[in-house]
């Protein structure tokens, strides 16, 4: 296990200097002086030599990459050219906001997509299975800026009863501000939900399948028993995707946060994009390419230390 | 013993030989939900090529006069966008760009993805590794992340937005077709081919490419329905399509701030987007079962 | 055509010399190789022209690996192997060159056959490599189909997964026949098929070598197959020969203790026939790390301190007949060493 968990770690650290140089490439591929968003049209040469040399563009390439590499190791991912505010506070800010609306969505996905896979494994082949399977074919061809786009104008624009975009203004206490998260947040939710159904459903229809199950239900074990052995086994697979589904929602949640002007990074990205910002822009693909690398990482370790079957090499 | 071998064929012949893409076929054809979805990407497609012979109007005339008007007005049967243009038109038309922008990336990084996975597992050893760990450094990035993060960078448009999905899907058809040519490689019709002195281009071409490209092409074409949504979604942040061409993820983008107006006229562009997303899915699915011949 | 025989009858067609190959054991955080896997540990053997050679052995001691190294389907680590007076990767010999002349049959049946191609096609495509022209190698196909017991009419044409796995071996022994070579290696070339169909392929074998003057190496672990088809019998065990010669001598006069060993776990229908030997336990010591000295001691019913300390040689015991067994090497150290002549070992 040991060693396990020291190989895992090894390979992980190739794989962010790989994902770190990706996003120190971003800057460098887009087109156009890096500079031109902060200057001003009529900037003399003087002052562009000047913004180069503090900005470390006269450098090479690969000094640059050292030098930006040694400061985001320690924390400083630079200054964000529209706001003039250090990248890392407004990523961390907005991470915060992104974080909550994915774990919201993660645990409603994982609910009510492990409810519809027990439900369709267990009576598989039966009606239930059917449109279980038919819902989740639904949850993932769905585009979900649209299906939030739906929502809004159900509950928002025609019965009133939610808010239709924005994350309130931090006063109205707890269920004031759950208002807020509800419609996104359910949104979001399809994305895992159509995938943990899925994998559920294949779990409990193997584990069924499975002869020692035949064999405890022909030994007069309760239904209750056999429920609790099928969740004993399906639960590490289970929660292996639902941790996955997080890192998928962490940086795939741009298209909702716009479309509900959620204060989080996808919002902060759609901002960067726009104002040409692109320290900003690398900063905050950088710390949520780091989220799910990490998050993987962790993923794969709790599941190998809960499930001792699964023997990696 | 030269007679016992002489009348060794005691097995019962079959009627008819079957090739591999017959059975497919034939598998498809009895499918009729994996049949009907194409029958509507079909539907789709031929909208699109023939769009000025079907669309009743020009989608890009724009009236001042008849902004968002509801759907089945006299004139606007889908109604009329948010600078008066007719809905339907411009549905049909947006059908050009959508379909084109989905279906590209996914066939250039068949391409491009085959290629470089078919290469690096056939080749193996030190080289593979080399290739498939720079895989894995685009595979850190969720999907949605790493396309706008390029376009992004890239710059708006229309091109740009095509790159960005192409580097997205790459990686993903080139670890596919990586996994299934290591597992062909290993099949002993590869190590007959070799032990009989062919080439390793030759192998490759006879006996590799007709195995491993109908897996691939399999898990290409359930991409489809992730890159239409991708890049409607592009297109949606304004990162695609620019107006005022018609196009679903845009139109849907331009539409958000009529909801208030008339909610269901801005909700239609992403009705096209869901239904040919649904039948990709549905296809691929069918393709999938209908390819997979357990031996 | 039968291949023009250069160095006559009375030299070996092939003959191998020092083959080794380990392969590397991933360990440690990086990957760096630091054990190796010693598959093939040093043989030397010979295959006569006109016969057949059996190779036997329990799986995993390098039987199927040596078969891969003849064909250089994987590099050796060291070695060398000659075919009829030339070394192969030489000036006069060609790996392309050898490759038509040595062809191998292997195990699995539908493994081995491409699915995508019909069978005529997959045995033309190796001469087509050669250069034939595609109409002349489909129409040797057609011939080598008959000649192998499939009606070419009804079989050409047809898919691999609609044959059965005799049929389909035949199809294998068809292929490998396609570029006329001389020799061919069959890795276990019969085991996966029932005994009824094993025994007409074994049969068309027979017929086949003798009209296309073919040399065999027969692998297998099937002890009966072995010796009804073999002329001579190497014994493998733990990557390194312990026994070769004489297909009678081999499985009458066992030297080896190993050898014994095995045949005594043949089953055998005459209850006088039972031997004393204990028949084998347990499973053969890891090939990463194989024991010091004899490489069986670990397991032999003979086992002395002399055995773990000193290498046995492979060592003529009478003729031809070999063995690496300190128990017939005179001089060697052990109580049961001969003082001039061998011992039978087998009752």
């Not at chain 1, 949520?288 to 990482?297: G, T």
């Not at chain 3, 005179?330 to 003082?339: N, V």
Request: with cysteine.
């Amino acid at each position: 296990m040991l060693a396990y968990l020291a190989r895992r770690v090894a390979y992980t650290v190739p794989i962010l200097f790989g994902v770190a140089l990706v996003c120190f490439a971003l800057v460098h591929i887009a087109p156009g002086d890096p500079l031109v968003s902060v200057l001003p049209p009529d900037a003399s040469a003087d002052l562009q030599a000047m913004l180069r040399t503090l900005y470390g563009f006269d450098r090479s390439y690969p000094e640059q990459f050292g030098r930006w590499l040694w400061r985001a190791a320690h924390g400083d991912l630079g200054t964000s050219i529209a706001t003039g505010r250090p990248v890392t506070d407004e990523v961390f800010k907005a991470v915060g906001y992104t974080l909550r609306l994915s774990i919201l969505a993660t645990l409603i996905g994982f609910f009510f997509g492990s409810l519809f896979g027990f439900v369709a494994g267990y009576y598989r082949d039966s009606l239930v299975d059917k449109a279980a399977s038919a819902l989740s074919v639904l949850g993932v061809s769905v585009p979900h800026y649209w299906l939030g786009m739906v929502l809004v104008i159900v509950f928002a624009a025609i019965l009133g009863w939610l808010p239709p975009t924005g994350a309130g203004s931090g006063n109205e206490g707890f269920f004031g501000s759950l208002r807020f998260m509800i419609l996104p947040a359910v949104t979001m939710s399809v994305i895992p939900m159509g995938i943990v159904a899925r994998t559920v459903r294949a779990l409990v229809a193997d584990i069924l399948a499975q002869e020692f199950v035949i064999g405890l239900r022909a030994k007069g074990l309760t239904d209750w028993g056999v429920f609790r052995h099928v969740v004993k086994n399906a639960a590490p697979t289970a929660l292996a995707v639902m941790g996955l589904q997080l890192g998928y929602l962490l940086g795939g949640s741009i298209l909702i946060e716009t479309v509900f002007s959620w204060p989080g990074t996808g919002f902060l990205l759609n901002a960067a994009i726009f104002q040409r910002d692109l320290p900003l822009l690398q900063g905050t693909i950088l710390v949520l390419a780091l989220f799910f690398v990490i998050l993987n990482l962790l993923v794969d370790v709790v599941q190998t230390a809960l499930d001792p079957r699964i023997q990696r090499s | 013993m030269a007679a016992l071998a002489q009348q060794s064929i005691v097995e019962a012949p079959q009627p008819k030989t079957t090739g591999y893409w017959t059975g497919v076929w034939r598998r498809l054809r009895r499918d009729p939900v994996a049949i009907f979805a194409g029958l509507v990407i079909l539907a789709l497609i031929l909208m699109a090529i023939f769009a000025p012979y079907i669309a009743p109007a020009d989608p890009y005339r724009a009236s001042s006069l008849r902004r968002l008007r509801p759907i089945g007005t006299a004139g606007y049967p889908l109604g009329s966008d948010e600078l008066g243009r007719d809905m339907l038109s411009r549905l049909i038309f947006g059908a050009r760009l959508s379909l084109f922008m989905g279906i590209t990336p996914v066939i250039l990084a068949f391409g491009i993805g085959s290629a470089i996975g078919i290469f690096a597992g056939y080749v193996g050893g030190w080289v593979n590794t080399a290739i498939m760990r720079t895989i894995d450094v685009f595979y850190a990035f969720p999907s949605v992340l790493l396309a706008v993060a390029l376009s992004g960078a890239l710059g708006a448009g229309f091109g740009n937005a095509l790159v960005s999905l192409t580097v997205v899907f790459v990686p993903q058809i080139a670890r596919v077709a990586e996994a299934v040519t290591t597992q062909v490689r290993s099949r002993d019709y590869v190590e007959a081919a070799r032990a009989s002195g062919a080439g390793g281009f030759t192998i490759v071409r006879v006996h590799v490419l007709g195995n491993v490209l109908g897996p691939i092409f399999v898990y290409a074409t359930s991409l489809i329905s992730v890159s239409m949504i991708l890049a409607s979604g592009l297109s949606f942040l304004g990162l695609g399509v620019r107006p005022p061409e018609p196009e679903w993820g845009l139109m849907l983008n331009t539409l958000r701030t009529a909801i208030y107006v008339q909610p269901w006229l801005a909700a239609l562009p992403g009705v096209m987007i869901f239904i040919t997303s649904i039948a990709f899915n549905l296809l691929a699915d069918g393709l999938r079962s209908a390819m997979d011949v357990k031996q | 055509m039968i291949p023009e025989d250069r160095g006559g009858p009375a030299q070996p067609l092939l003959t191998v010399k020092g083959l080794l190959k380990h392969f590397p054991v991933k360990k440690g955080l990086f990957g760096g190789a630091s054990a190796k896997v010693r598959a093939v540990d040093g043989i030397d053997f010979e295959v006569l022209k006109g016969e057949t050679l059996g190779v036997v052995g329990e799986s995993g001691c390098g039987k199927s690996t040596t078969a891969r190294l003849l064909l250089s389907l994987i590099d050796p680590t060291a070695g060398e192997i000659v075919f009829d007076g030339e070394r192969v990767g030489s000036r006069a010999l060609s790996l392309k060159e050898f490759r038509r002349q040595c062809q191998m049959v292997f195990q699995d049946s539908y493994s081995s056959l491409n699915p995508r191609l019909t069978i005529e096609a997959s045995i033309a495509f190796a001469p087509q490599v050669h250069g034939v022209p595609r109409k002349e190698a489909v129409g040797r196909a057609r011939d080598l189909l008959a000649r192998v017991g499939l009606e070419p009419r009804r079989f050409a044409e047809r898919y691999p997964h609609e044959l059965s796995g005799g049929q389909r071996q035949r199809v294998n022994i068809a292929r490998a026949l396609a570029l006329q070579p001389r020799l061919v290696i069959l890795d276990e070339a019969v085991s996966a098929l029932d005994k009824s169909v094993e025994a007409q392929v074994l049969n068309l074998l027979l017929d086949l070598k003798e009209e296309f003057g073919l040399t065999y190496i027969f692998i297998s672990h099937d002890l009966n197959v072995v010796r009804f088809i073999s002329d001579r019998v190497m014994v493998m065990y733990l990557g390194k020969v312990a026994e070769i010669g004489g297909s009678e001598e081999v499985f009458e006069r066992a030297q080896h203790p190993y050898t014994a060993a095995l045949l005594s776990s043949m089953p055998s229908l005459d209850p006088d026939n039972r031997t004393e030997v204990a028949p084998l336990a347990g499973d053969p010591p890891n090939p990463i790390d194989p024991p010091p000295g004899c490489r069986f001691h670990t397991r032999c019913a003979l086992v002395e301190p002399v055995c773990s300390a000193k290498e046995p040689p492979l060592a003529a015991t009478e003729g031809s007949h070999r063995a690496a067994c300190l128990a017939v090497q005179p001089g060697s150290g052990h109580s049961l060493a001969p003082a001039a002549t061998s011992v039978e070992l087998a009752a």
